[in-house]
């Protein structure tokens, strides 16, 4: 199941059911079934508190992803600062809507085990969301 809450900010405007549809496409792309895996949207100051409280990190992020997995079953709760969404995509250049599910799926993709942490792993992860992005966009 996949459920999307949110805690001390306004709910994002989200078609759940295609949203859950693709998750569970690029799950089953890598392998996975798709389990409970909980999205908490919420402000910059709760990812701090979550960020300080149980990763010891004294810094903002965008997502923040607890993996609960196992074996092929994608399990995991996966906070995600919307004020660091929007301020990101106002950096980049592009909408809120695709920078949220930009975010969205990379936290599914730490889910299936793919890092970000070198450049090296950085670079996967990017082309692993453009990948993910494009099944998104080729299921309107």
Known sequence: MIRFTNDSI???ALD???????IRAVAADYGYSVGNINYIFCS???ELAVNREFLGHDYYTDVITFDYSTAATLNGDIFISLDTVRSNAEMVGCSFEDELQRIIIHGVLHLTGQGDKTPETKAEMTRKEERALAMLTQSH
Request: hydrophobic share 25%.
């Open 16 to 22: 759940e059911r295609r949203v859950g549809r693709w």
């Open 44 to 46: 910059d100051e709760r």
């Open 10 to 12: 306004e709910m994002p």
